[in-house]
Each structure stands twice: as C-alpha cells, then as structure tokens.
Nanobody, 125 residues
C-alpha cells in the first residue's frame, strides 16, 4: 500500500511562487508514474501535471503550462510541483497521486490508484 503526504501549500499573492512536495512511502515508488491534480471549491478534480517513472516525460494541463514544473527524486521517494506566476484561478486543494501499474495514461483521475490528503493553495489578487 502506497501512502502519499503533500506539503508546501499556503497563501500567496498573485505572481508569487510555491513549491509543493509529496512524500511517498510503501510500495515501489521509482516504478510508478506520479501526478498532481487540483480541486477548487464547487468544481471537479482536474489534472495539473504528471511525470513518468523515471522523469523522462512530463505532462501538463494547458492552464499551467509554462508556469508549473513537476519533478521527482526517486532516491528520496519525493515528487514536487514548482508553481510560478500564480494566479487567483490556481486556488484549489492540490493532490498528489500515484499509479498502481503502468497504464500509458497520465491525465485522467482513474489512471491513479493512490491519493494523498491534499494541501491547500490560496492565491490572492
């Protein structure tokens, strides 16, 4: 069983930056694709970014492309989301997710088996 714990959320002004971290334990972290999703109040959970098991490929939602960067450190069982040029519309709870097995699919929620509890990000205007 994989456990995921997010950290790094908070309150930031528009234009600012935050770095989210996700610590993974249990299972084999280095073999799993990882993703970040977010859910704003009253909205469905949406894809933000994903990274393949070895970091060789990354994927981003159009709304964050060029501003957010996903990365991972397999030696530390960590995945990160660097968020720059934040906008008020980035306000949401951010969730780290891990796939149970290779799927070749990275942008849909159902491709991920394990989820963290989330960390809140609030961007003020």
């Amino acid at each position: 069983q994989v456990q995921l714990v997010e950290s790094g959320g908070g309150l930031v002004q528009a234009g600012g930056s935050l770095r989210l971290s996700c610590a993974a334990s249990g299972g084999t972290f280095s073999s799993r694709a990882m993703g970040w999703f977010r859910q704003a109040p009253g909205k469905e959970r949406e894809f933000v970014a994903a990274i393949t098991w070895n970091g060789g490929n990354t994927y981003y939602a159009e709304s964050v492309k060029g501003r957010f960067t996903i990365s991972r450190d397999n030696a530390k069982n960590m995945v990160y989301l660097q968020m720059n040029s934040l906008k008020p519309e980035d306000t949401a709870d951010y969730y780290c997710a891990a796939q149970a097995r290779y799927s070749g699919v990275y942008v849909t929620r159902t491709a991920y088996e394990y989820w963290g509890q989330g960390t809140q990000v609030t961007v003020s205007s």
